[in-house]
T-cell receptor, first 117, second 114 residues
Framework: SQQGEEDPQALSIQEGENATMNCSYKTSINNLQWYRQNSGRGLVHLILIRSNEREKHSGRLRVTLDTSKKSSSLLITASRAADTASYFCATDAFLLNYGGSQGNLIFGKGTKLSVKP | GAGVSQSPSNKVTEKGKDVELRCDPISGHTALYWYRQSLGQGLEFLIYFQGNSAPDKSGLPSDRFSAERTGGSVSTLTIQRTQQEDSAVYLC????????????FGPGTRLTVL
Protein backbone atom coordinates (compact mmCIF):
# COMPACT_ATOMS: atom_id res chain seq x y z
CA SER A 1 0.00 0.00 0.00
CA GLN A 2 1.17 3.52 -0.70
CA GLN A 3 2.52 5.38 2.30
CA GLY A 4 3.62 8.71 0.92
CA GLU A 5 1.58 11.25 -0.93
CA GLU A 6 3.44 14.02 -2.69
CA ASP A 7 2.06 17.32 -3.72
CA PRO A 8 1.90 18.94 -6.08
CA GLN A 9 1.62 16.16 -8.63
CA ALA A 10 3.25 18.44 -11.19
CA LEU A 11 5.24 21.65 -10.87
CA SER A 12 6.50 23.93 -13.63
CA ILE A 13 8.94 26.74 -12.85
CA GLN A 14 11.55 28.94 -14.52
CA GLU A 15 15.25 28.37 -14.15
CA GLY A 16 16.58 30.15 -11.10
CA GLU A 17 13.37 29.82 -9.11
CA ASN A 18 13.01 27.60 -6.06
CA ALA A 19 10.95 24.42 -6.19
CA THR A 20 9.16 23.05 -3.13
CA MET A 21 7.64 19.59 -3.01
CA ASN A 22 5.74 18.15 -0.09
CA CYS A 23 5.18 14.63 1.14
CA SER A 24 2.81 13.21 3.74
CA TYR A 25 2.89 9.71 5.19
CA LYS A 26 0.80 7.59 7.49
CA THR A 27 2.79 5.43 9.90
CA SER A 28 5.77 5.73 12.23
CA ILE A 29 9.01 5.91 10.32
CA ASN A 30 12.65 5.10 10.82
CA ASN A 31 13.69 7.57 8.17
CA LEU A 32 12.38 9.37 5.12
CA GLN A 33 14.26 9.56 1.84
CA TRP A 34 13.91 11.55 -1.35
CA TYR A 35 14.73 10.06 -4.73
CA ARG A 36 14.89 11.48 -8.22
CA GLN A 37 13.91 9.66 -11.40
CA ASN A 38 14.69 10.66 -14.95
CA SER A 39 12.62 9.39 -17.84
CA GLY A 40 10.81 6.70 -15.88
CA ARG A 41 13.85 4.54 -15.26
CA GLY A 42 16.36 4.10 -12.42
CA LEU A 43 16.07 6.14 -9.25
CA VAL A 44 18.87 8.16 -7.71
CA HIS A 45 19.03 8.70 -3.97
CA LEU A 46 19.13 12.39 -3.05
CA ILE A 47 18.94 12.73 0.70
CA LEU A 48 17.87 10.89 3.84
CA ILE A 49 16.47 12.41 7.00
CA ARG A 50 16.09 10.37 10.17
CA SER A 51 13.03 10.48 12.38
CA ASN A 52 14.90 12.40 15.08
CA GLU A 53 16.10 15.08 12.64
CA ARG A 54 14.12 18.14 11.63
CA GLU A 55 16.15 19.60 8.77
CA LYS A 56 18.96 18.54 6.50
CA HIS A 57 20.90 20.20 3.69
CA SER A 58 22.82 18.82 0.75
CA GLY A 59 24.06 21.31 -1.83
CA ARG A 60 21.00 23.04 -3.28
CA LEU A 61 18.65 20.62 -1.51
CA ARG A 62 16.96 21.27 1.80
CA VAL A 63 14.71 18.70 3.45
CA THR A 64 12.51 19.22 6.47
CA LEU A 65 10.66 16.64 8.50
CA ASP A 66 7.74 17.16 10.87
CA THR A 67 6.93 13.85 12.53
CA SER A 68 4.00 15.35 14.46
CA LYS A 69 2.32 16.19 11.15
CA LYS A 70 3.80 13.17 9.37
CA SER A 71 5.08 15.39 6.58
CA SER A 72 8.27 16.36 4.81
CA SER A 73 9.27 18.92 2.24
CA LEU A 74 12.03 19.04 -0.34
CA LEU A 75 13.27 22.43 -1.46
CA ILE A 76 15.50 22.81 -4.50
CA THR A 77 17.02 26.27 -4.62
CA ALA A 78 18.17 28.10 -7.75
CA SER A 79 16.70 25.44 -10.01
CA ARG A 80 18.29 24.44 -13.31
CA ALA A 81 16.85 22.87 -16.43
CA ALA A 82 18.80 19.72 -15.51
CA ASP A 83 16.67 19.40 -12.35
CA THR A 84 13.72 18.42 -14.55
CA ALA A 85 12.69 14.98 -13.30
CA SER A 86 10.19 13.20 -11.07
CA TYR A 87 10.86 13.37 -7.34
CA PHE A 88 9.64 10.73 -4.91
CA CYS A 89 9.59 10.55 -1.16
CA ALA A 90 10.01 7.12 0.37
CA THR A 91 9.56 6.05 3.93
CA ASP A 92 11.38 3.33 5.78
CA ALA A 93 8.74 2.19 8.23
CA PHE A 94 9.57 1.45 11.85
CA LEU A 95 8.23 -1.89 13.01
CA LEU A 96 7.28 -1.73 16.68
CA ASN A 97 7.31 -5.50 17.19
CA TYR A 98 10.67 -5.80 15.46
CA GLY A 99 12.16 -2.72 17.07
CA GLY A 100 13.72 -1.61 13.85
CA SER A 101 13.43 -0.84 10.20
CA GLN A 102 10.94 -2.65 8.01
CA GLY A 103 13.58 -2.59 5.30
CA ASN A 104 11.65 -2.00 2.12
CA LEU A 105 10.79 1.54 1.16
CA ILE A 106 7.25 2.72 0.58
CA PHE A 107 7.04 5.31 -2.17
CA GLY A 108 4.61 8.05 -2.99
CA LYS A 109 3.38 8.75 -6.51
CA GLY A 110 5.89 11.53 -7.03
CA THR A 111 6.02 15.13 -8.17
CA LYS A 112 6.89 15.81 -11.78
CA LEU A 113 9.11 18.88 -11.87
CA SER A 114 9.70 20.81 -15.07
CA VAL A 115 12.28 23.60 -15.04
CA LYS A 116 12.14 25.82 -18.10
CA PRO A 117 15.29 27.53 -19.31
CA GLY B 1 30.36 -3.47 -12.19
CA ALA B 2 29.89 -0.52 -9.91
CA GLY B 3 26.11 -0.41 -9.88
CA VAL B 4 23.02 -2.58 -9.92
CA SER B 5 22.39 -4.08 -13.32
CA GLN B 6 19.20 -5.57 -14.70
CA SER B 7 18.42 -7.59 -17.77
CA PRO B 8 16.79 -7.42 -20.16
CA SER B 9 16.28 -3.67 -20.35
CA ASN B 10 13.12 -4.21 -22.38
CA LYS B 11 10.91 -7.26 -22.76
CA VAL B 12 7.88 -7.62 -24.97
CA THR B 13 5.88 -10.79 -24.51
CA GLU B 14 2.52 -12.24 -25.38
CA LYS B 15 -0.20 -12.71 -22.82
CA GLY B 16 0.06 -16.12 -21.19
CA LYS B 17 3.82 -16.52 -21.60
CA ASP B 18 6.28 -16.74 -18.71
CA VAL B 19 9.05 -14.18 -18.27
CA GLU B 20 12.20 -14.04 -16.18
CA LEU B 21 13.78 -10.81 -15.10
CA ARG B 22 17.29 -10.71 -13.72
CA CYS B 23 19.00 -8.46 -11.20
CA ASP B 24 22.70 -8.26 -10.35
CA PRO B 25 23.11 -6.29 -7.13
CA ILE B 26 26.17 -4.39 -6.01
CA SER B 27 28.78 -6.81 -4.76
CA GLY B 28 28.63 -7.20 -0.98
CA HIS B 29 25.08 -5.92 -0.63
CA THR B 30 23.11 -8.43 1.42
CA ALA B 31 19.66 -6.94 0.91
CA LEU B 32 17.93 -6.97 -2.47
CA TYR B 33 14.54 -5.52 -3.32
CA TRP B 34 12.13 -5.77 -6.23
CA TYR B 35 9.66 -3.00 -7.02
CA ARG B 36 7.41 -2.33 -9.95
CA GLN B 37 6.26 0.95 -11.37
CA SER B 38 3.22 1.28 -13.57
CA LEU B 39 2.98 4.20 -15.97
CA GLY B 40 2.94 7.51 -14.12
CA GLN B 41 2.78 5.86 -10.72
CA GLY B 42 5.05 5.50 -7.73
CA LEU B 43 6.94 2.36 -6.91
CA GLU B 44 5.11 -0.66 -5.55
CA PHE B 45 7.13 -2.97 -3.30
CA LEU B 46 7.09 -6.60 -4.38
CA ILE B 47 9.61 -8.62 -2.37
CA TYR B 48 12.93 -8.32 -0.60
CA PHE B 49 15.75 -10.72 0.17
CA GLN B 50 18.14 -10.73 3.06
CA GLY B 51 20.87 -13.03 1.82
CA ASN B 52 19.09 -15.83 -0.02
CA SER B 53 15.95 -15.82 2.05
CA ALA B 54 12.84 -13.77 1.44
CA PRO B 55 11.24 -13.02 4.80
CA ASP B 56 8.68 -10.71 3.27
CA LYS B 57 6.69 -11.86 0.24
CA SER B 58 3.66 -9.78 1.12
CA GLY B 59 4.00 -7.46 -1.84
CA LEU B 60 3.78 -10.09 -4.56
CA PRO B 61 0.49 -9.32 -6.34
CA SER B 62 -0.46 -12.91 -7.12
CA ASP B 63 0.85 -16.48 -7.04
CA ARG B 64 1.96 -16.01 -10.66
CA PHE B 65 4.86 -13.97 -9.27
CA SER B 66 7.86 -15.63 -7.66
CA ALA B 67 11.45 -14.68 -7.02
CA GLU B 68 14.61 -16.36 -5.93
CA ARG B 69 18.12 -15.36 -5.06
CA THR B 70 21.10 -17.65 -5.21
CA GLY B 71 24.52 -17.32 -3.66
CA GLY B 72 23.48 -14.13 -1.94
CA SER B 73 23.89 -12.34 -5.23
CA VAL B 74 21.85 -12.59 -8.45
CA SER B 75 18.08 -12.60 -8.21
CA THR B 76 15.44 -13.56 -10.74
CA LEU B 77 11.83 -12.45 -10.71
CA THR B 78 9.55 -14.82 -12.61
CA ILE B 79 6.09 -13.97 -13.81
CA GLN B 80 4.07 -16.92 -15.04
CA ARG B 81 1.16 -16.70 -17.46
CA THR B 82 1.66 -12.97 -17.94
CA GLN B 83 -1.35 -10.68 -18.11
CA GLN B 84 -1.61 -7.22 -19.67
CA GLU B 85 -1.83 -5.64 -16.23
CA ASP B 86 1.66 -6.97 -15.53
CA SER B 87 3.03 -4.39 -17.97
CA ALA B 88 5.26 -2.06 -15.97
CA VAL B 89 8.87 -1.19 -15.25
CA TYR B 90 10.36 -3.65 -12.80
CA LEU B 91 13.08 -2.10 -10.66
CA CYS B 92 15.62 -3.87 -8.53
CA UNK B 93 17.57 -2.25 -5.71
CA UNK B 94 20.21 -3.39 -3.27
CA UNK B 95 21.57 -2.12 0.01
CA UNK B 96 24.33 -3.15 2.36
CA UNK B 97 21.83 -4.72 4.71
CA UNK B 98 18.15 -4.48 5.55
CA UNK B 99 17.30 -1.02 6.77
CA UNK B 100 20.62 0.52 5.77
CA UNK B 101 20.60 4.09 4.66
CA UNK B 102 20.32 4.03 0.95
CA UNK B 103 18.99 1.71 -1.68
CA UNK B 104 20.81 1.67 -5.00
CA PHE B 105 18.54 1.13 -7.95
CA GLY B 106 19.13 -0.56 -11.26
CA PRO B 107 17.89 0.92 -14.56
CA GLY B 108 14.85 -1.35 -14.58
CA THR B 109 13.26 -3.77 -17.03
CA ARG B 110 10.35 -2.41 -19.04
CA LEU B 111 7.90 -5.27 -19.51
CA THR B 112 5.17 -5.00 -22.11
CA VAL B 113 2.55 -7.73 -22.29
CA LEU B 114 0.60 -7.70 -25.54
Amino acid sequence: SQQGEEDPQALSIQEGENATMNCSYKTSINNLQWYRQNSGRGLVHLILIRSNEREKHSGRLRVTLDTSKKSSSLLITASRAADTASYFCATDAFLLNYGGSQGNLIFGKGTKLSVKP
Amino acid sequence: GAGVSQSPSNKVTEKGKDVELRCDPISGHTALYWYRQSLGQGLEFLIYFQGNSAPDKSGLPSDRFSAERTGGSVSTLTIQRTQQEDSAVYLCASSLFRGSNEQFFGPGTRLTVL
